[in-house]
């Protein structure tokens, strides 16, 4: 396991240990998206962590996609995301804000003016919202103008730049499972007739253009994409990936990112391509071997030794393992996620994961 435990440099930043902490929606902000204490002391416990990489992070009152979710758009959100990241730097932590517009995945319900959610294409994504009042159907998503796209482009930046003065390390530019990146980039929900639909060089053109601008607003070595290749959340498909994510790659490269950030779908060969074809540092959340769900430490050090990857991610072992380094140091043992608790709720489930005596 010495491997999990070697430094990393990553943009500016000098990583302990190869150990990510993975995004993962909790659902424990209030209704206008601040965080709240309990939040900071949550990441708080996982400052050990090579690099804690947030929730998501709505970028705007549009972007959201799902209740109780924070946002990165208000001076008071920015205020409330200052008391998380010093907890996490007292602790001698690093951390990133995932940015997450989650596009064609929203509802009126979670808009001030009711409104359609945006969406590259007027294509739903066949999933549902949860509600205390019920599951709600996504419906048609109203398809974004030239204009819709250029605010989205703008927001993601003006979003990084709360970011930073939030005190956060730098930004994840969430490019995976489904939501408003991924859905520009697939085929199967961008059927665009434009200069961003299309071919493949029209469908990469709004993921270029964020991470130009948000490179631009605050330094691309503060910057990371997440992606998910081959990937089916929320009603996506991509019927090009290899050579979609080849072009993207070779379009992103020059920006000299902090790093690409890949959540691996069952094809290692594709993994193995991608490491190839990316110059910069790589992170990659495993795809769990059959025998362990989800992924295990022993998972991440084999990426590590097949080359495949300079950090892991894990999500469900750092939510319910605060202390994870420690315990990957002596073999475990390793808490049990309670599922019951993932979204919503109080301190029950996360926080109060206990670490070893």
Do not use: C
Not at 208 to 228: I, K, Q
Not at 276 to 283: C, F, R, S, T
Not at 286 to 298: G, Q
Not at 313 to 341: C, H, K, M, S
């Amino acid at each position: 396991m010495q491997e999990l435990f070697e430094p990393l440099s990553a943009g500016k930043l000098e990583l302990p240990n190869r150990l990510v902490m993975a995004p993962m929606t909790r659902s424990r902000a209030t209704e206008d998206g601040t965080v709240t204490e309990l939040t900071a002391e949550y990441y708080r416990q996982r400052a050990g962590a090579g690099l804690i990489i947030t929730e998501g992070t709505q970028p705007s009152v549009r972007g959201q996609g799902y209740i109780l979710t924070p946002g990165l758009h208000s001076e008071d959100q920015v205020a409330a995301w200052r008391g998380v990241t010093d907890a996490v730097h007292a602790e001698g932590g690093r951390i990133f804000a995932q940015l997450m517009h989650a596009g064609r995945v929203g509802h009126p319900v979670l808009y001030p003016d009711g409104g359609l959610p945006l969406g590259p294409s007027p294509l739903a994504s066949g999933e549902r919202l949860f509600t205390p009042d019920g599951m709600l159907d996504h419906p048609v998503p109203r398809e974004m103008t030239l204009d819709d796209i250029a605010r989205a482009v703008e927001e993601f930046a003006a979003s990084a730049r709360n970011a930073i003065e939030a005190g956060f390390d730098g930004v994840e530019l969430h490019g995976a499972n489904g939501y408003l990146i991924q859905q520009f980039l697939a085929d199967g929900s961008n059927t665009r007739t434009d200069a961003y639909g299309g071919g493949i060089e029209n469908r990469i053109r709004f993921a270029v253009e964020v991470v130009r601008a948000v490179s631009d607003a605050v330094g691309a070595e503060r910057v990371g994409l997440r992606v998910s290749p081959g990937g089916s959340s929320q009603g996506v498909s991509e019927s090009d990936t290899p050579e979609l994510y080849s072009a993207l790659i070779a379009a992103l490269a020059p920006y000299g990112l902090a790093y690409l950030h890949v959540l691996e779908e069952l094809n290692r060969d594709l993994t193995h391509r991608i490491r190839a074809e990316w110059p910069g540092v790589l992170i990659l959340n495993p795809h769990p071997t059959a025998r362990s769900f989800p992924a295990a430490p022993e998972d991440g050090v084999q990426a590590l030794r097949d080359g495949v990857a300079d950090a892991v991610a894990f999500g469900e072992l750092w939510l319910a393992n605060p202390d994870l380094p420690a315990r990957i140091r002596v073999g475990g043992p390793y808490n049990e996620a309670d599922q019951a608790t993932f979204y919503g709720g109080d301190h029950r489930g996360y926080t109060d994961y206990p670490a070893l005596v």
